[in-house]
């Protein structure tokens, strides 16, 4: 007799946004501005993109299940040893396998009621109870509010540091005066996927890997954002080597293809991609500041890649119309937030369009049409 479990029929599925080609289809429109999914608007890192086509001669060879190589090079650019890495089909499958490993029915784990969508489906599909915790002045993670959730069946914390959606982030002190309360029993799992954007804003952001000896913490990064490898799927989680060890028990064999490999290697040495995409991304950040402030929106200033923004309008319905004007945005209704979207920030001339698209709306709806 076969069943699915009841925990596992009240997960929520993950909504993808609309791809891009569907839509230019159903509206006839020649182009689209996707500032949806906080990818890198510049596209992939091009030394990945030489890498992956030089190595295509091989796909007949399964990938190196250890994932050597990419390893070797993740370990020099931290400064950690390859046994602290586990490397998987993007962060969030890193993710999973944590929750895999030390989540069950019986046990909880504690999160921010604003953070990334992710950690409730792992944490649905582990069978464990959910304790969220709310934010502090409606945008901002509240760390203190996490240590008091803590019980003693509580096995992982999951904190997002910049946090997905509301940009935010807290600082190396911050994180440290957390750090000396957090208990030695639970496990901690920083998501760093923006990392790379909080250190190009010049913000003092706590290095999570510089932290694995001191407590149970794991740290999650990834090639999704600022490498601009999204597709690929690759992501990363340094701990120490017996956390590490648990993980790769889970994992599939081959996990990360050989693209990834190959790909994943090349980007690490592109620094000037790294710089070149930070750049932009302030420069962006500046601009769309600007333009809110002068429309009288309330915006959250931002250490990532995309910035949230009060609309003051409901969510779906300037995402709804935004789209049909050929800009997917991000309906913010879903976390809490009625009436703000989140926007990527995209290439100059990506953030002009979104601006000019959501003036229009703006409009139509002050008017009432
Ligand atoms: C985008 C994002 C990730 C990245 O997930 P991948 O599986 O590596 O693509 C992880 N955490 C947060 C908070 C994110 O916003």
Do not use: W
Request: glycine fraction near 8%.
């Amino acid at each position: 007799m076969f069943s699915l479990p009841d925990h596992i029929k009240k997960v929520h599925v993950y909504e993808p946004g609309k791809p891009e080609e569907e839509l230019k289809r159903e509206l006839g429109l020649k182009e689209i501005v996707k500032l949806a999914s906080n990818e890198n608007p510049l596209g992939p890192c091009p030394s990945a993109v030489r890498a992956i086509v030089e190595d295509l001669k091989n796909l007949n060879r399964y990938p190196d299940g250890n994932s050597y190589y990419l390893k070797e090079k993740l370990a020099s650019h931290l400064g950690v040893k390859r046994k602290n890495l586990f490397v998987g089909l993007g962060s969030n499958e890193a993710l999973d396998i944590i929750s895999r490993a030390y989540l069950r029915p019986g046990l909880n784990a504690v999160y921010s009621e604003k953070s990334f969508a992710v950690y409730p489906i792992v944490v649905q599909l582990s069978g464990a109870d959910h304790k969220v915790v709310k934010a502090k002045d409606n945008y901002y993670m509240d760390l203190k509010a996490h240590l008091d959730a803590i019980d003693e069946n509580t096995a992982v914390v999951f904190l997002a540091n910049p946090n997905n959606p509301t940009g935010t982030a807290f600082s190396r002190a911050e994180f440290e005066a957390f750090l000396k309360d957090f208990p030695d029993d639970v496990l901690l799992v920083l998501d760093e996927a923006y990392y790379e954007y909080a250190v190009g804003a010049g913000f003092n952001v706590p290095n999570g890997p510089d932290y694995i000896y001191e407590k149970n913490i794991v740290v999650t990064r990834t090639f999704s954002k600022i490498y601009g490898l999204a597709g690929l799927r690759l992501g990363y989680a340094v701990a120490r080597e017996e956390i590490i060890a648990d993980m790769n028990r889970i994992r599939q064999p081959f996990n990360v293809t050989r693209p990834a490999q190959v790909g994943g290697a090349a980007a690490l040495d592109d620094k000037m991609f790294v710089k070149h995409s930070q750049v932009v991304n302030e420069e962006g950040k500046k601009y769309l500041y600007n333009e809110f402030e002068k429309l009288g929106l309330e915006y959250v200033p931002t250490y990532a890649n995309f910035i949230l923004v009060k609309v003051g309008y409901p969510s779906r319905e300037v995402f709804n119309r935004l789209l049909r004007k050929g800009v997917i945005v991000r309906a913010m209704d879903g976390y809490g937030f009625p009436d703000h979207i989140r926007v990527t920030v995209g290439t100059m001339r990506e953030n002009i369009i979104f601006i000019n698209k959501l003036k229009e709306v703006l409009e139509e709806l002050k008017e009432g049409k």
